[in-house]
């Protein structure tokens, strides 16, 4: 078996089994979607990530039409372990995808994390009420992000194989 990785989870050893996309391919250890309509801060996230937790499969989305369109086609094969949501995005805003997730039933256990660069207290207010499992502020140094991501990771993203 591989060490574990610095976020305390196994590392993948077969990439083969890395989803890469919304194909019926499963990742056998780490399934992560991070819905964030910002390039930028997408880029910073996959790279911190790839920094605390080398071997993570991540799949982007842009706003929250498009993780829960990415949701209903995995609802047949395996879901997410975390989902990281920005609040601030168009078409559907995370406070509008957190509401649809906790109202489906097969989506109301995932844990989802909103990972917003606001530090507001009633945007946190808002998350907590919506049923977030946790609110995040984007910290502005990428050591910081990195360390908040591996710290997130290791609270919030479920085990392989449980079902949400």
């Known amino acids: 078996m591989a060490p574990p990785l610095p976020c305390g989870c196994a590392a ?4 083969t089994t890395v ?6 391919s499963k990742c056998e250890l780490h399934d ?5 309509d910002d390039p930028d ?5 996959r790279r ?5 937790c080398p071997g993570l499969a991540l799949h982007g989305v842009r706003d929250g039409l498009e993780l829960m ?6 609802r ?16 559907m805003d995370g406070r509008e995808a957190l509401r649809a997730l906790r109202a489906d039933p097969l989506f109301s ?10 530090v507001e207290k009633g945007d946190r207010l808002c998350a907590v009420e919506l049923g977030a499992s946790a609110f995040v502020s984007k910290p502005d140094g990428f050591v910081e992000l990195c360390d908040t991501l591996q710290r997130t990771l290791k609270v919030w993203m479920r085990p392989t194989g449980v079902a949400p």
């Open 19 to 24: 989803d890469h996309g919304m194909s019926d």
């Open 76 to 91: 047949h094969v395996e879901l997410p372990r975390l989902v990281l949501l920005d609040l601030n995005m168009p078409r």
């Open 48 to 52: 911190a990530l790839d920094r605390c």
């Open 69 to 74: 369109d990415y949701l209903q086609h995995r």
């Open 109 to 118: 256990a995932l844990s989802v994390v909103v990972l917003t660069t606001s």
């Open 12 to 15: 993948v050893t077969d990439p």
């Open 41 to 45: 801060d997408q880029f910073m996230i």
């Open 32 to 36: 992560v979607v991070l819905a964030d």
